[in-house]
């Protein structure tokens, strides 16, 4: 079974500088996604970044990339100039795709604070 | 746009009663989802659907009813409430298709309490 770890339950940045969120997942499979959201305190879910597992590319969004080592199975998070509006809990998620079960697996989520 | 709505937001239940939580998309979307959220452990998947008629289990199945007879609903059943079962829940959908990476689209959520 595929599992999702975040190792971190919590972090702290100072205003304007960067952070890096691990995640590391395990799985037999070779095709697949991967995601980071943020949940602010309004509990909303918000997708950040996605990664295809067949593109080596690292996904960029604004101040958000990520650092993908398929081999490792390790899927970063870098928040660049952290801003105030990024204090929430970010979670890892995975979803599988070649074995068509389509289930997502989230790990336990981060919680980012940030220090003005 | 509407998007994923899940009702009601809050609701607070006596042990043994029995529920439903709303979900509903105006997106087409083939693959919708419940989750639960508790402290310290992440987004745990109830149950999932890839269709009208079709759905499955996930990792925490037990205590917990689906059905998806339309695409756009997929109600979730408690039939006997347990205190266990204090928690967020959250309603997700997306698009299905090899080769589409379509992140899920959430709920606000329904914070559900059991005396």
């Known amino acids: 079974a595929q599992t999702v770890t975040q190792s971190q339950p919590e972090m702290s940045v100072q205003e304007a500088e960067t952070v890096t969120l691990s995640c590391t997942y395990d799985t037999s499979e070779s095709d697949y996604y991967l995601f980071w959201y943020k949940q602010p305190p309004s509990r909303q879910m918000i997708l950040v970044i996605r990664?295809?597992?067949?593109?080596?590319q690292n996904a960029t969004e604004n101040r958000f990339s990520v650092n993908f080592q398929k081999a490792a199975k390790s899927f970063s998070l870098k928040i660049s100039d952290s801003q105030l509006g990024d204090a929430a809990m970010y979670f890892c998620a995975y979803r599988s795709e070649g074995s068509g079960t389509y289930k997502y697996i989230f790990g336990t989520g981060t919680r980012l604070k940030v220090l003005a | 746009n509407a998007g994923v709505t899940q009702t009601p937001k809050f609701q607070v239940l006596k042990t043994g009663q029995s529920m439903t939580l709303q979900c509903a998309q105006d997106?087409?979307?083939?693959?919708m989802s419940w989750y639960r959220q508790d402290p310290g452990m992440g987004l745990r998947l109830i149950h999932y659907s890839v269709g009208a008629g079709i759905t499955d289990q996930g990792e925490v199945p037990n205590g917990y009813n689906v059905s998806r007879s339309t695409t756009e609903d997929f109600p979730l059943r408690l039939l006997s409430a347990a205190p266990s079962q204090t928690s967020v829940y959250f309603c997700a959908s997306s698009l299905l298709g090899r080769g589409y990476n379509q992140p899920q689209h959430f709920g606000d959520g329904t914070r559900l309490s059991i005396l």
């Open positions: 990664q295809e597992a067949y593109k080596q």
């Open positions: 997106m087409n979307h083939e693959y």
